[in-house]
């Protein structure tokens, strides 16, 4: 199983912290965000592919290198937030030539809970499958990806940033493709998806395919700012009790 990790943003509301540096880099308890997420799944993933940007590869490769997992890093060949490719598109650029299953999932969140759990749910539906949460607020349910779903967590609807959702579980960018359906990709490209949110394209399969939602059981730390950064660094000042929980969950 491979695992793409989407790392290709420029992260500019971080400035000045992510001005010369990527943010899923930034140190978290000792451990960079990409640290977290990387040493959690390691046992089921037999090769990482990180999707950087032109401006900082060299800094994912150096971090790379002194890894004892496979990892391999790929340039986007962008340079600047306005250039990007967009997420899908990144996906796509990491998935050739992949026969194999994939995790996908943004290198800037962090999770008190494993992700482990997240694959086996997947392989014993046997769809490919996302994440979700309970999210009660109007005005962030209006800038995420919504889902509902049925008594045994099929997706039945699935929409991005609507402005009137038709349910209150919220997508983080975290997903789990067969291999036959990551390589869709241009087909949905070419029907119009969205290439900039990673969840266009669950959302475009999800209407072709079936595709189930994991309930998750703990809380995702979404670092998209100073705030948020000094914010989620204060949490995991409790690190044993966090590591503890995710050898329990």
């Known amino acids: 199983m491979k695992c793409i990790i989407l790392a290709a943003g420029y992260a500019t509301r971080l400035y000045p912290l992510t001005e010369n540096f990527p943010k899923p880099l930034l140190p978290i308890a000792g451990k960079s965000i990409l640290d977290w997420l990387v040493d959690d799944i390691a046992p089921l993933i037999d090769e990482f592919i990180v999707v950087s940007n032109h401006k900082f590869a060299a800094q994912f490769n150096t971090w790379a290198e002194g890894k004892p997992q496979k990892i391999r890093t790929i340039d ?14 990144d996906i796509q650029l990491a998935a050739q030539g992949i026969t194999d299953d994939c995790v996908v999932m943004a290198g800037d969140n962090v999770l008190d809970f494993s992700l482990q759990h997240f694959v086996r749910f997947a392989q014993e539906k046997g769809t490919s499958c996302v994440m979700c949460h309970e999210e009660n607020r109007l005005e962030a349910l209006q800038k995420t990806a919504v889902i509902t779903m049925d008594e045994n967590n099929l997706i039945t609807t699935y929409e991005e940033k609507p402005q009137v ?3 209150n579980h919220a997508v983080p960018p975290f997903y789990f493709y067969r291999a036959a359906d990551i390589h869709r990709i241009q087909e949905a490209l070419d029907a119009g998806c969205g290439y900039d949110a990673p969840g266009s394209f669950a959302a475009w399969l999800s209407i072709r395919i079936p595709l189930h939602a994991y309930k998750m059981p703990g809380r995702r730390y979404d670092i998209g700012d100073l705030t948020s950064y000094e914010y989620v660094k204060s949490q995991y000042m409790g690190i044993q009790n966090i590591e503890l929980r995710r050898c329990n969950d």
């Open 76 to 89: 986007d060949g962008t340079e600047s937030n306005e250039t990007r490719l967009g997420a899908v598109k």
């Open 165 to 167: 959702p038709k349910g």
